[in-house]
Every structure is written in C-alpha cells, then in structure tokens.
C-alpha cells in the first residue's frame, strides 16, 4: 500500500509538471481576470497572446464574492491579474498586500479614471461584516467609459508585456471600434427620448445616464440587495405615479421582490435591464458578449 501511495503521488507529480510545461510551451500568457466586463475587455485587447481566466462567474453576485484560498492561489500564479477598482472588488486590496514578492503584474481596469462618490447605502455580508462603497464602480455600462478602460488595460499590457505591443494595439483599435460604434447608437438612440427619467432596482446606471443625458432614479443602492426603507418605497410610488413611468427595471442575479413590490403598488410592468456584471454559462457557450 505504502509503495502504491508513492508511485500515485510520483505520477501525479509527473503529470502536474507536464501540464506546467505544456502551459508554458503553449508561449501564451496566463491572464486572471475578476469579472464579466474586465474578463471581455482584457480577452479582446489580449487575443491570441493569452489565455484569460474568469474569477467570478455566473450567478455570483460580484458586489459580494470573496475570494477561496484556490482562487487566491490561481491569482497568485498568474502572469497578470486584472481586476475592476477597489470600490467593486473590495477584497483586492488585502490580497495585493498578501502578494507583495510575487511576480504577478497587477493591473487596475479603470486607473486614472475619476469615479463618482458611492451613495449613502451600506450593508452587511453574511458574516455580518459592513460593505460600503466609496465610489460607484460601475463604469463599463457607460460604452463611452467602457473605451477608457479598454485603453487603460490596453496601456498597461502594453507597459508590462513591451514585446507584445503592437498585437495588443491593433486588438484594442478593433474593439474600439465596436464600441464607439455603440457610443454613437446610444447618443442617436437616446438624444430624442420624450421619457429621460428610469427608475431601477440597482444603483448602477449613473455613469450611462451622465453620458446620455438621462436620470436614474434607484430603488436600492450601489449593491443591488440593499434594503431602502418603507419611506422611500412610498416617495418612489409617487414618483412613478408623477412622472408617468411605465416600467420598473430589476435584474436577473437579485432579489426582484421589492421591484415586484413597487411595481403593483404603482401599478406599473416589470422588466430586466442587465448590468452585465456576468453572463450566463448558456450566453458564454453561445459566443454573446
């Protein structure tokens, strides 16, 4: 038994320093990123010169996921780790002061970008610990912004990876592209809109209604499962009623009960508007970005 234990650890050692070198022979970066978005934005600029990993995937609410010791271990292990800012992924701080000798190059997606102050809202994880956000980070529903943070993780490929410069330029111009393509579509689709006001269940389309001249009003805050009290539930009834709104927006990954709520007090239809923070296994497999 002893001799059968050994020669299985031996083999799995053997296999495991075989898939290693088959990585590395592969010439590719091993890239981690936090989620949807940062995931899209770093595979576009990369392309062929990475792989790049997915941390957060569908069905887990990015606001609230921590990190496992294997998660912590894949990052650790990675050539890059590109993550969103500290005000979404609340947890990186602590694990790049953990990874202070490790030679993972770390990139911020939305770097020099000015952020707007987070709303007065806070709530608790389920160990009980207090969430607040500082700043919003929901930059990427904004096409105008989700350029900058292409350019900006662009930017730092290039400075940490100088040798794959010139593929990571022209992959970034292509998706670039698109992009603007889209910025154009919203301003053209939006500048006419006789309704400018949109009431949804979470805070996170301030920078998209900035951009595009419309007005966010939210149920609950930047996190989509916080609780507002029953004296906000009452003004956003009169809201509704006043403004003459006649949708309510919730998303797939929350609760949509207190949407729910609202809209049969108001008297008003439901429907989804996605802050695309993950997409579903079936929309991956599907190749929608």
Not at 36 to 47: D, I, N, S
Not at 55 to 63: C, K, Q, R, S, V
Not at 226 to 231: C, I, K, Q, R, T
Request: net charge negative.
């Amino acid at each position: 038994m002893k001799k059968l234990g050994l020669l299985l650890a031996s083999l799995v050692t053997v296999f495991l320093v075989a898939c290693s070198n088959q990585k590395q022979a592969d010439g590719k970066l091993n890239i981690v990123t936090t989620f949807y978005p940062v995931y899209e934005f770093t595979k576009q600029v990369a392309g062929d010169t990475a792989n790049v990993e997915l941390l957060i995937g569908a069905g887990t609410e990015p606001h609230d996921y921590e990190p496992s010791p294997k998660a912590v271990a894949k990052i650790q292990d990675a050539d890059a780790f590109v993550y969103e800012n500290e005000n979404m992924e609340t947890w990186v701080p602590n694990l790049l002061k953990s990874m202070k000798d490790k030679k993972t190059k770390v990139i911020d997606a939305t770097k020099g970008m000015v952020l707007l102050p987070g709303l007065e809202e806070e709530h608790e994880h389920e160990g009980g610990e207090e969430h607040h956000h500082e700043y919003d980070p929901h930059l990427w529903l904004s096409p105008h912004r989700a350029m900058k943070m292409v350019e900006s993780i662009r930017d730092q490929l290039v400075a940490a990876y100088p040798d794959k410069k010139k593929t990571f330029e022209k992959n970034a111009q292509a998706y670039l592209k698109k992009l603007q393509a889209l910025d154009q579509a919203y301003q053209d689709g939006l500048k006419d809109a006789k309704q400018k006001n949109f009431v949804t269940q979470h805070a996170a389309f301030r920078y998209l209604a900035l951009d595009y001249g419309l007005n966010q009003v939210a149920i609950s805050g930047i996190s989509p499962d916080s609780e507002p009290s029953a004296a906000r539930l009452r003004e956003l009834t009169e809201y509704i009623k006043k403004n003459e709104i006649k949708v309510i927006y919730f998303e797939e990954n929350a609760s949509k009960s207190l949407a729910k709520t609202l809209s049969s007090e108001a008297g008003v239809e439901l429907a989804v508007l996605n802050p695309l923070e993950s997409l579903t296994d079936q929309e991956m497999k599907d190749g929608e970005d």
